[in-house]
């Protein structure tokens, strides 16, 4: 069986009709989502580009002291435009181009908020354990070319835009780091964070390049709304999750690059959970396609040498507070995902269920304080 | 759309044929579980009691230095046997009389640990928020009738009994808890666990008889393995969950009693987010049915007064720490679910993906600290 190219799980539960579709829906995507009407202009851009274009809103009940605060997401999955090994220069120039068609389409489907993926602007190689050409891609938070050249398009577009990169950290001693740089629809640089937790598993021993990051867990406010960023892996972690919550985060971002093999059956419970025990909605971004490298490596499980590691599988998708998620974007193709959010939501999530004020965070807290000691006792109850 | 009377999402699923069916499973489900061939003894006891009965068992690679630590759990959920406003005496009595039919069953199918769902020896009222006749089912969590009762058994079936059920607590001014009591295959009373968090949603706000337990969060040593209990609610709450796992559990059991309207898209994610993310086995349990109360209650929903509160949904089911997940019972039967574990998946699961490695708990120590001061301020980064 070919793993790798088939279309969506959605795709294949379209096939059920009538009353066995609607079941399955309801207690396996929660509460319906409703397709978002997009510009015919959007959609022939999406076409021209040849990826997938979709858009979805979630229902809320409306208030009598605070007006909808309506917010629109668009998060972007991408392959690599060229061959890996073509030189970095070119590499960027093809990243900046398909980057500029999307925003462009975000702009016409009215995005307020847009978010690639992991390492956008580059090929996903740490895999290969190789420095170099790698390293190079590694740039400037702040004032590095790839921010400089948000910036415009952040400004023009009244857009924020969030921008995972490698980035290189010049004020203390050239590290690199694996960070999202924020920047707000005015067009100025706001802030990063670097990613929390890094990975040790499979291709993914990410520290050979860089390690856990000392931004902490900041909660961007933007005009619209408190964002923040959760990279990668730091989606296996709860913790991460619960840190941006308690910072006061409405929307969380997941910009991740990772491949069936390894965490498929995964992909669809992590960020939704998170949504769900944290009150806000979370945005799960993957990569698609398949990255070949020049030189072989192998992947410490025992095979041979190979040069790629297997198959982004793309399934990007957004889940709200309530339990609802839209449908993933394809696992093959390029797509941009709309979505429309109240972020009243998170609040009227948040004192229906109550899971902030039942967390018991003192407890947590000095419990965890002890855990942490090297000779920390388990609780353990046996027979005497 | 009668919500309330389809069988399972699985049983819609198996709809799909061929490579569907196969990319469903995958994505939806994990590594693929075997169904596990039970006895027909077990199979004919199932039958007369029109009980459902399925047996899985998860997939594991041998190791060089441990033995296999195979463990076969059994989790049974039912509806109520009486009328709810039937006397107490009966009511245990009924209770007793199924409790014995499914454990002689648990014994047929080669199960070692077996557990109920929360509050099981009685109707699940507190949603009627009267005090009488409810509080009279509170009993000694040491000694009670229902820690009696099963003892016997317990030691019959060499099998250890996770027991939940209303305590009484003569020792502390005579208060409440929700309390699981795990009895070991000796049938020796082995200790306790009081339900962690509590909650105040819809028809549950249990603190009118309860509050948050005080046990912490033990472990329980067992000759089949580290057990803990996550009761019901616990399972909203990620801190709860990895708390289990700092105290080494290698099976959590989550007895709940929950709702289609309330909770029913956030089932398949909780606990089997919890299985990941904390490297143990989960195993949910929900009742079955509609229990109908003989006084009127509201359910704070603007609705009118009303005698039951929705329809329990079943759909028990086992989660591994790799990702699988067993398919879960009917929605709308009593059933018994006998999985086969090794419990050495545990360990393997978290030397591969290495998050308790990478957890970083003293920093998240350290944050909680913070974050729980009345004048914390959340770590906000705006334009200036």
Request: hydrophobic fraction near 35%; charged fraction near 20%; aromatic fraction near 12%.
């Amino acid at each position: 069986m070919d793993t790798e190219q088939f279309e969506s799980v959605e795709s294949i539960l379209d096939k059920l009709t009538g009353e066995d579709a609607q079941h399955v829906r309801r207690v396996l995507y929660g509460p319906a989502v409703n397709p978002l009407q997009l510009s015919s202009e959007a959609l022939n851009h999406a076409e021209i580009d040849n990826f997938e274009l979709k858009g979805y809103g979630f229902d809320i009940r409306q208030e009598q002291l605070r007006a909808p605060r309506l917010v629109r997401v668009g998060v972007f999955q991408n392959a690599t435009p060229l061959e890996t090994w073509a030189p970095i220069e070119q590499q960027r120039h093809a990243f900046y181009g398909m980057a500029k068609r999307a925003l462009l389409t975000a702009f016409c489907s009215g995005v307020n908020v847009f978010c690639f993926q992991e390492a956008w602007n580059m090929p996903f190689a740490f895999c290969t354990r190789e420095k170099y050409p790698w390293c190079e891609y590694a740039e400037a938070a702040e004032d590095g070319p790839t921010t400089v050249f948000l910036q415009q398009l952040a400004k023009q577009y009244n857009m924020v835009i969030i921008s995972p990169i490698l980035e290189r950290d010049s004020s203390h001693c050239d590290t690199i780091w694996n960070t999202a740089v924020v920047i707000d629809n005015h067009g100025d640089y706001l802030g990063k964070h670097r990613k929390n937790h890094i990975p040790r598993v499979g291709d993914f021993n990410e520290s050979t390049y860089y390690i856990e990051g000392n931004t902490g867990h900041p909660v961007f406010e933007t005009e619209f709304g408190r964002l923040a960023i959760n990279i990668c892996y730091g989606r296996h972690h709860p913790m991460n999750w619960l840190m941006f919550g308690l910072n006061g985060a409405e929307i969380v971002f997941n910009p991740s690059a990772t491949v069936n093999g390894l965490s498929e059956p995964l992909w669809g419970i992590e960020a939704r959970n998170a949504a769900i025990a944290n009150g806000y909605f979370t945005c799960a971004i993957n990569r698609v396609g398949t990255e070949v490298f020049q030189n072989e490596f192998t992947s410490g499980d025992g095979n041979r040498a190979h040069k790629n590691f297997g198959h982004f599988y793309g399934s990007s998708y957004v889940a709200a507070p309530n339990g609802s998620r839209t449908p993933g974007l394809s696992r093959t193709k390029n797509g941009l995902l709309v979505a429309e959010m109240d972020l009243n939501l998170c609040r009227q999530v948040k004192d229906n269920w109550g899971f902030q004020m039942t967390q018991r965070l003192d407890m947590y807290a000095e419990k965890f304080g002890e855990a942490i000691k090297h000779d920390y006792k388990p609780e353990i109850i046996k027979r005497k």
